[in-house]
């Protein structure tokens, strides 16, 4: 890549990645290849199911880290947007008998619709109040599912979701949804990169660093918060329509606070400024809750419930602490902490 | 019963509800005041004191020294959290968001630990006195429900009696008004923070031992109740302790007519709508202006 | 820099996806058929918050399959029994069934302990074509039966309960009645069952309230029924909201009949009600008060015979949880007893079971019901000094 403009001027960093983004691409090729033969190895459902579910958390991951590593923005409320999506996909295919395709495409657009909307008020909120908001936001959402009985089933769940089935190829096997899903994340990756190696993409990291300079630097970081934040809640949406088809049941408890922090895991511990770490932060995530399962037993024979938890809540503080970046950055943008040194007094005091 | 005493039912049951936020949300605000966080892990401790003074109790220990030990317990996990999570970050520079997503995770972590502990099972606590629920004008109170109030205004007595008559108080608002200029006098804002993070956890696992009789203990009661108190204290304005309070009533009365007048179903969500308003709408909460005037 | 994590990523993932591969080889190879295990698979909600529900049937099935292998097994050839937690999660039990299904390729599968769990795997099932059977109570688990082809269930069907309330309160000459139930999949679905009963027996549902799972007070709706002319409240859940709402209502000083479901059978209900619940009535499968059936009655000594077994083997009284666990276990046997290695002959051998007498009734399956059980499979029972007893109509 040679001088390719003007722009790239004000990021010494910017040379260092461009040389980087052929490697990258090769790197992409290179996995998405590994997973292209992965199923023709393996004829377990099972393991095969673990890695479909693996694929809808990093959409939304990789969705949640653009928000959280480039805008500098959080969500408690993911799993919201994560659950709209599955049930704007299963009402639109079920009851109102859209053909699947479509439902499925339009699913992303009801919570990218409503993110547009809460947004714009929402993510004037700082710290803890965006913190809280876009909690209180998700718990609201649950609620609503639970409440519109007729439309959403209720409690009990939503019955008669039909197959996926895209030009008259019925979708009905672990092996076909591992195509379709990590197909999608692939794009959604590819998407990512070139994303946050836009003009786009620099401007975020401006707000991430400091968002006043960003300001006077002439960048409207409202409306690219925003447009970041409706991305990601698009991205859940889509994960949650391809959830709904390919589990086929949906209510509404997979889609509580629980599942936010498992999001906000994922790409905290991934590092939600990288474009594979949400991805790698999923499988570890996913890895780690299947090895719990496995190992817990062993150890401690009387334990039961989600106990794993504990071990989720060690890891996001332990993260935080000493890989604030998390485990995929080899502890890049040193210079970052020195626009962050002033804010600790500056913020605990400011109220 | 007379539609008179079924609204006055309703308030009676929205005090009680209130007073339980009230109680959690004074600690919320307490350390949010000191040290500029939101302890969002704090509805754990509530549970930590529900759950620790009914095992102390079952140990065999008097009701009063299991109280006290869970009290102690809890403050001194505080004081834990401060130190190893919360402490640790600000050296590293940590912005208030890492901050409050740390607080988070210690919360969910400590609610992790509750359950493989003390499994799902929901834990009963007696009432601390063994009246019966006697009625005033047609409504039933409950004897606890009296108890959680009592607690609630000595709390607020002696949070009063602390920043107004005594030096440590006294630093404590210093802190809060300019941190730099307190450390120039000699406070020291670290050693603030830990006895912040301290009280919280005091505070929290004392509001938990109160409402244990009332609600049963398990080891989820805290997160409802902890997001309830956030509610509260954003009603009442985040440095208001008073506002606290009344915000805690406010949305414990809001609930119960809620429920008695509309329908039980949106409850919570009529909790939600309300905090995301009026973080939107007034942020520095429906009694900021009386205080700040600005 | 981006050379070093590129490698480590590859790596990472390289060894991921080995591990997978790894962990679902050694499949290939069949044993001698007359030696190999019959397999079933459970999938039960051991932990999370249906865990006091799963982990009597957990209990009881490990219980069954050692005692049948004990006894020779089935035609001769052990059992091998799988039993898989699914943390009360959707999406777990979904995974739990595909991997029974595809990797321990199972003849039937039992569970899992809840509705909403039972539900999610249905579809999974269906394609598969696999027979299930589930251990809850919703009658959405099989029906309608042209869609629910290969799913049984052992649990007494919601209508059944609402049904034997809705005759009591009728008998009892109540016209008006008041009901709450949780907001949650068996709140939901009683709900609908009730009112469906309620109409059909004449009855008017004057206030129907609901409360959240972990709400802690439910004076404000116990207030609303208080106020309104009904005769009777009858309420869908279980502890400790349960519980809660029989001490507010206690502590309200109502004097009205209060009713619970099959969903309070338990001594945590009683415990955490500490006596507000002498006097509540509620319909229940028999095994709670086995010891008092008149000894005419088909059950009494299925019931006796599970009560001891699992005493001896647990030193605790067994739920009617468990119950549910020993009758999918037993129709599982009984259908591979005739049926042998094949599941579509396990299905169909699952739908000609009649007069089977197990913990929660007698079960008569057909194709039109794959539950098979009647309204004599539930007793009234009334609490009486903390205790269950049979209540005499």
């Given amino acids: 890549m040679g001088p390719s403009g003007a722009e790239h001027n004000n990021f010494p960093g910017d040379e260092v990645e461009l040389v980087l983004r052929n490697k990258n691409v090769i790197l992409i090729v290179l996995i998405a290849a590994l997973f292209a033969v992965f199923p023709l190895m393996v004829t377990s459902g099972y393991y095969l199911g673990i890695l479909v579910i693996v694929g809808f958390y990093s959409i939304v991951a990789i969705g949640l880290g653009l928000l959280l590593g480039y805008a500098g923005q959080v969500s408690f409320g993911q799993a919201a947007f994560y659950g709209l999506g599955a049930y704007a996909a299963a009402i639109l295919s079920g009851t109102y008998g859209w053909p699947p395709l479509l439902a499925l495409a339009a699913a992303p657009l009801l919570p990218a619709a409503v993110a547009a909307v809460i947004g714009q008020p929402i993510l004037k909120l700082k710290e803890h109040f965006l913190v809280l908001a876009t909690l209180g936001f998700g718990i609201l959402v649950y609620i609503l599912m639970k409440e519109f009985v007729d439309l959403t089933g209720g409690p009990s769940g939503y019955t008669g979701i039909p197959y996926l089935s895209i030009g008259g190829l019925v979708l009905s096997t672990d092996k076909q949804f591992f195509y379709l899903v990590w197909f999608l994340a692939f794009l959604t990756l590819v998407g990512a990169w070139n994303l946050v190696n836009s003009r786009m993409g620099r401007a975020l990291r401006a707000i991430h660093g400091s968002e006043p300079a960003a300001e006077a630097a002439g960048i409207d970081t409202a409306r690219l918060k925003l447009k970041v934040f409706i991305l990601s809640a698009f991205l859940a949406g889509l994960a949650g329509g391809l959830y709904a088809f390919y589990i086929s049941f949906i209510s509404p408890s997979p889609f509580g606070f629980h599942a936010s922090i498992q999001f906000v895991l994922m790409a905290v511990v991934g590092g939600a400024a990288t474009i594979w770490g949400p991805v790698v932060g999923a499988f570890v995530i996913v890895g780690l809750i299947e090895f719990l399962r496995w190992a817990v037993p062993v150890v401690l024979p009387k334990a039961g419930g989600e106990f794993e938890i504990i071990f989720f809540g060690l890891i996001l503080v332990l993260a935080l602490l000493f890989r604030p970046e998390g485990i995929m950055s080899h502890k890049r943008r040193k210079q970052r902490s020195e626009p962050d040194a002033g804010k600790e007094a500056a913020g605990t005091c400011s109220t | 019963m007379s539609p008179e005493s079924q609204l006055l039912q309703y308030l009676i049951s929205g005090l009680t509800l209130g007073s339980i936020y009230a109680l959690i949300a004074i600690g919320l605000v307490v350390t ?89 099972h929901p834990y009963i606590l007696p009432p601390f006195s063994e009246h019966a629920p006697f009625t005033v004008a047609g409504a039933v109170v409950i004897p606890q429900s009296l108890w959680v109030l009592g607690l609630a205004v000595v709390c607020v007595a002696a949070l009063f009696a602390f920043f107004e008559f005594t030096y440590l108080g006294k630093a404590v608002r210093a802190c809060v008004m300019n941190r730099t200029a307190a450390r120039l006098v000699g406070i020291n804002p670290q050693r603030l923070s830990l006895a912040a993070f301290t009280a919280t956890g005091a505070l929290g696992a004392l509001a938990g031992i109160f409402v244990a009789p009332i609600t049963f203990a398990t080891y989820d009661m805290g997160f409802m109740l902890g997001l309830k108190a956030f509610v509260a204290a954003i009603l009442g304005g985040v440095t208001n302790v008073p506002g606290a309070i009344i915000g805690g009533f406010l949305l414990g009365i809001l609930e119960a007519f809620g429920v008695g007048l509309v329908g039980s179903g949106l409850k919570d969500g009529l909790a939600m709508i309300v905090m995301i308003l009026v973080m939107l709408i007034r942020p520095t909460g429906i009694l900021g202006a009386f205080r700040r005037g600005a | 820099m981006g050379n070093w994590r590129g490698i480590v990523l590859v790596c990472l993932i390289s060894v991921t996806l080995t591990f997978f591969v790894a962990g679902c080889g050694g499949q290939a190879g069949t044993p001698e058929k007359e030696t190999e295990p019959y397999k079933i698979g459970a999938v ?211 004097t009205i009949p209060l009713i619970h479901t099959h969903g309070v059978g338990n001594q945590t209900f009683l415990d955490l009600a500490e006596g507000a619940a002498d006097g509540i009535i509620a319909p229940m499968g028999k095994l709670l008060v086995a010891e008092q059936l008149p000894d005419t009655d088909p059950q009494k000594a299925v019931l006796l015979g599970y009560l001891q077994a699992y005493q001896a083997k647990y030193g605790e009284r067994p739920s009617t949880f468990g119950g549910h666990g020993w009758d999918a276990f037993q129709l599982a046997v009984k259908a591979i007893e005739t049926a042998g290695d094949d599941r579509a002959a396990i299905r169909d051998a699952l739908e000609n079971i009649t007069g089977f007498v197990g913990v929660s009734g007698v079960y008569n399956m057909s194709a039109e019901d794959h539950n098979g059980l009647g309204a004599d499979s539930m007793v009234l029972i009334e609490v009486i000094d903390g205790k269950w007893s049979l209540l005499n109509p």
């Avoid at chain 2, 969002?40 to 095992?55: D, K, M, P």
């Avoid at chain 3, 009730?194 to 129907?208: E, I, N, W």
């Fill in chain 3, 44 to 254: 039960i909600d051991v932990s999370g918050p249906a865990a006091s529900l799963g982990v009597p049937q957990k209990n009881t099935l490990e219980m069954l399959v050692a005692d049948l292998n004990a006894k020779g097994g089935i035609n001769g050839r052990p059992v091998e029994l799988i039993i898989l937690d699914n943390k009360t999660n959707e999406t777990e039990a979904v995974l739990a069934a595909k991997r029974l299904i595809d990797q321990d390729k199972v003849l039937v599968i039992l569970g899992c302990s809840t509705s909403g769990t039972s539900l999610a795997m249905i579809d999974t099932v269906q394609r598969s074509g696999v027979p299930m059977i589930s251990h809850a109570a919703s009658a959405k688990i099989v029906e309608p039966v042209a869609d629910r082809h290969w799913v049984f269930k052992t649990a007494q069907s919601d209508i059944l309960v609402a049904d034997k309330i809705a005759a009591h309160l009728k008998s009892k000459g109540i016209t008006d009645v008041a009901f709450m139930s949780m907001n949650n999949a068996f709140g939901d679905s009683g709900r609908g069952s009730f009112m469906t009963a309620a109409a059909d027996h004449g009855l008017k549902v004057v206030v129907s309230e609901r409360f959240e799972v972990d709400d802690k007070d439910m004076t404000m709706q116990l207030t609303k029924v208080k106020g309104s002319t009904a005769q009777a409240l009858v309420v869908w859940a279980i502890p400790p909201s349960a519980s809660i709402v029989t001490k507010n209502f206690r502590d309200l000083g109502m």
């Fill in chain 2, 32 to 120: 949010f005041n000191i040290t500029g966080i939101f302890n969002l892990a704090l509805g754990e401790f509530v549970t930590l004191g529900a759950l620790v003074s009914i095992a102390l109790y079952a140990a065999g220990l008097p009701l009063i020294a299991a109280f006290a030990l869970a009290v102690l317990i809890a403050a001194a996990l505080g004081a834990v959290m401060e130190r190893t999570a919360i402490h640790p970050a600000r050296k590293a520079n940590a912005t208030i968001l890492t901050l409050v997503i740390i607080t988070i995770g210690v919360g969910i972590a400590i609610r992790g630990a509750s359950l493989l502990i003390w499994g799902t």
